[in-house]
């Protein structure tokens, strides 16, 4: 979780917990049971489990504190205290002076004996819990890191590389749910929803990044965006001279529209269909975004084939159906199983596999099976057997489907 430019920044909002922590690892040097009793008490406010914080206290009990003072200017404690907690080392210092010149000697080092007791092992797993500790602590704190990066976001005057570092702090801050559903609430939506049309093809990519990534599986959030209009723009970026920008506007698109009637009827209007034609039939295209293309086609039909909703009827264009059947023509064993797939789905779906025929499906998988078996090299024979397979499976489903077609047709039309 890298997100430095947000912790730099962060203001003293983390005092508390600085407080806390400070608390934990010092004072049980001096009064044990109470400062249990203190930092649970806190830690249960936060809804955290307390048998990590026992565990801490004992292994900061293992520690006097010149050893704490020392260890800290060798450097060696760990970094993410010194990032997280940045401003509550004054207070550190404060305790420690307290501590040193009110302990009892005596106990002081039969605690410093104890420790010694203590395997290297032991002790790595007490850092490590300790460790644990503070990214559960942590964890509350998102929300502010999301308005820092959001405020950025919603500052005109800041920089270009200011304003894709407080996209990329977003893309990891929404990948939790509970995160992506705050995004919203905290008015972060709309300013990378406006990113999207940012000159700047590198800002447009990350923006479409973001909001792929918050829309994943979450209904609610799915509904913000196309609530605020932004598949429109994303369909259009579709069509970017840039590979990465259109494969991150396909991204996000798959997102939005997955499970989503709603989301799936506005790629309809808005014409995604034509798109991904786009992106299907031409020939300089990049393979990865080809496969994109396909691979949301195949979501589209398989959501209707399960769902058994009504009819999308963009996976009934023609048009569309031509790009993708054309797509097979391309050798890349990859693209044309995801192709082949595809049109099983819509074959799967169709009621009217005329269109099809239209475009000679039954001569195209002919031919792809000529140039399975004579085009692989050796490393591929394995693989181009496989989709061979999935070609005749192909093959036969379509030819099923072509004569149930010609035996009902007249009553369907
Ligand atoms: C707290 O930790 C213990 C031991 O790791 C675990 O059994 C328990 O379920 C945890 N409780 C909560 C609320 O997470
Ligand atoms: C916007 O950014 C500029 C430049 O970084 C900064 O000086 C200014 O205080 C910011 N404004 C707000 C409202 O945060
Ligand atoms: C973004 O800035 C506008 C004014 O420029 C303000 O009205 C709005 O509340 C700000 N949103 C956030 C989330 O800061």
């Not at 996209?167 to 008015?187: M, R, S, T």
Request: proline share 2%; hydrophobic share 45%.
């Amino acid at each position: 979780m890298a997100k430095p430019g947000a912790l730099s920044k962060r203001p003293g909002c983390h005092y508390l917990l600085a407080v806390v922590l400070s608390a934990a690892v010092i004072l049980p040097l001096l009064v044990p049971a109470a400062t249990a009793a203190a930092a649970v008490a806190v830690v249960e406010g936060d809804g955290e489990n307390k048998s990590a914080l026992s565990a801490t206290r004992q292994w900061a009990t293992g520690k006097d504190g010149e050893e704490l003072v020392a260890e800290r200017e060798a450097g060696r404690v760990d970094s993410v205290v010194e990032d997280e907690f940045a401003g509550g080392f004054d207070f550190l210092d404060s305790m420690l002076q307290w501590a040193i010149g009110n302990s009892d000697p005596e106990k002081l080092k039969e605690e410093a004996a104890g420790v010694q007791k203590l395997s290297a092992d032991e002790l790595q797993q007490r850092r490590q819990e300790i460790k644990e500790l503070m990214e559960k602590l942590k964890m509350p704190s998102d929300a502010n890191l999301m308005k820092i990066a959001i405020a950025d976001l919603n500052n005109s005057s800041i920089s270009l590389e200011d304003r894709q570092r407080a996209l990329q702090e977003l893309l990891v801050l929404v990948e939790p749910i509970d995160n992506a559903n705050d995004l919203d609430k905290l008015g972060g939506l709309l300013p990378v929803i406006r990113e999207l049309s940012n000159e700047n093809e590198e800002i447009r990519t990350t923006s479409a990044w973001v909001l792929g990534t918050a829309s994943q599986n979450n209904a609610l959030v799915q509904d913000q965006i196309l609530g605020y209009g932004a598949l429109a723009r994303l369909v259009n970026m579709g069509y970017s001279t840039s590979t990465e920008e259109a494969a991150k506007a396909l991204y996000a698109i798959s997102a939005l529209i997955r499970n989503n009637v709603n989301g799936q009827e506005v790629f309809y209007s808005e014409k995604g269909g034509a798109m991904l034609q786009y992106i299907l039939e031409n020939d300089n295209m990049d393979v990865r975004l080809q496969k994109k293309a396909v691979f949301l086609v195949t979501d589209l039909a398989d959501f209707q084939l399960n769902s058994g909703n009504s009819g999308l009827p963009l996976l009934s264009d023609r048009l569309l159906l031509k790009s993708i059947v054309y797509t097979l023509s391309r050798f890349d064993l990859d693209l044309q199983e995801k192709v082949l797939l595809a049109i099983k789905s819509l074959l799967k779906l169709s009621t009217d596999v005329e269109d099809f025929e239209f475009y000679d499906l039954e001569s195209v998988l002919v031919r792809l099976g000529v140039q399975l078996e004579d085009l692989p090299s050796e490393d591929q024979k394995e693989y181009a057997g496989e989709v061979d397979a999935l070609r005749r499976e192909v093959l036969t489903l379509f030819q099923k489907k072509l004569k149930q077609g010609t035996a009902t047709g007249n009553m369907i039309f």
